[in-house]
């Protein structure tokens, strides 16, 4: 059974910094691309950064380049989203996804349940 379970979400001032945690069961981690997308209240999905675990290749989005950053620990099945220099609408639920491939897809077939992110101005 396929499994991602996302952690470190919390609460912080503006400036701050999170460190997210998504560990992957059930599948070859070295041969998905992970990726982060969070959602805020009343706004659509968006995808914030990808990494794939067969090339290390990345994705960022516009709004977090800079500020975040993906990593992966294939020996632990983890990827980390470290979140940097948070601002007020950073604040989301964040996900992580799995997709078989080597590079950053478009749509995901697995999912986690999500991690809390509330950044305070």
């Known amino acids: 059974e396929v499994q991602l379970v996302e952690s470190g979400g919390g609460s912080v001032q503006a400036g701050g910094s999170l460190r997210l945690s998504c560990v992957a069961s059930?599948?070859?981690?070295?041969?998905?691309?992970i990726g982060w997308f969070r959602q805020a209240p009343g706004k659509e999905r968006e995808g914030v950064s990808c990494i794939s675990n067969s090339n290390g290749s990345t994705y960022y989005a516009d709004s977090v380049k800079g500020r975040f950053t993906i990593s992966s620990d294939n020996a632990k099945n983890t990827v980390y989203l470290q979140m940097n220099s948070l601002k007020a609408e950073d604040t989301a639920v964040y996900y992580c996804?799995?997709?078989?491939?080597?590079?950053?897809?478009?749509?995901?077939?697995?999912w986690g349940q999500g991690t809390q992110v509330t950044v305070s101005s």
């Open positions: 059930g599948f070859t981690f070295d041969d998905y691309a």
């Open positions: 996804a799995a997709q078989y491939g080597s590079s950053c897809p478009f749509e995901y077939d697995y």
